[in-house]
């Protein structure tokens, strides 16, 4: 079973700061947060992923709590082409499965 | 990199029939993952492969289903024989494991349609 909670669907206006929480209040010292989003009909893409540290790169901005039981995820400037279903996944290093949840739909509205 | 390959990209069947989806993953990883996608059960992970080992099959359906890899660049799932409820996106994922943090890498999928 997932180990993540996710609201299952967002809107966003385009050009604005898209915000995607997720909780996982059962999170363990030595689990990442992952972040994965799927465009209509392909595979998941990876976007971030963070361990206790905020993270950035080219895609996104991953922000977690200081007691790590909750994360959000942040697209600065939201395009249509963001539209799409985003994952949050916990998960450790040691052989543990990526366990997808239903994740939030997340619509970029012109 | 060409990425992880799927193929077929859409396959339709008749029921009874036997069905064989195949992945070549990135060069150089070391992890295969099998998921199936459906409306109703969302992403669910079949089985996963280390080092050409099958570590964890637990979410394979049933006997019908069986995976194999044989090597390192290449994977079989096959449905023997296939039914109507097998009609779903089956996805292949690679990544490079065994220490450090993991990314996956999917594939397009393969669409499989049971008549």
């Known amino acids: 079973d997932a180990k993540t909670t996710q609201p299952p669907s967002m809107d966003c206006a385009e050009g604005r700061a898209a915000n995607l929480p997720c909780n996982h209040s059962?999170?363990?010292?030595?689990?990442?947060v992952y972040w994965y989003r799927q465009i209509h009909s392909q595979g998941p893409q990876y976007i971030i992923h963070g361990l206790k540290n905020n993270e950035t790169n080219e895609m996104a901005s991953l922000i977690i709590t200081e007691d790590r039981k909750s994360s959000t995820l942040i697209l600065p400037h939201a395009t249509l082409r963001d539209t799409a279903v985003y994952y949050c996944i916990v998960r450790d290093n040691y052989g543990q499965n990526f366990v997808f949840g239903p994740g939030t739909r997340l619509s970029v509205l012109p | 990199d060409a990425g992880v390959i799927q193929s077929p990209r859409h396959e339709v069947t008749e029921m009874g029939q036997e069905v064989t989806l195949r992945c070549k993953p990135i060069s150089g990883h070391n992890s295969l993952f099998w998921y199936r996608q459906t409306m109703m059960r969302g992403l669910e992970l079949l089985i996963y492969f280390n080092n050409n080992v099958p570590i964890d099959d637990s979410g394979m359906p049933e006997d019908r289903f069986s995976a194999k890899m044989p090597n390192a660049s290449f994977s079989t799932l096959k449905i023997q024989p296939s039914e109507p409820r097998d009609s779903a996106v089956y996805f292949c994922?690679?990544?490079?494991?065994?220490?450090?943090?993991?990314?996956?890498?999917f594939g397009s999928g393969t669409q499989l349609s049971v008549l």
């Open positions: 994922a690679s990544s490079l494991g065994g220490g450090g943090s993991e990314k996956l890498f």
């Open positions: 059962t999170i363990s010292g030595n689990e990442y």
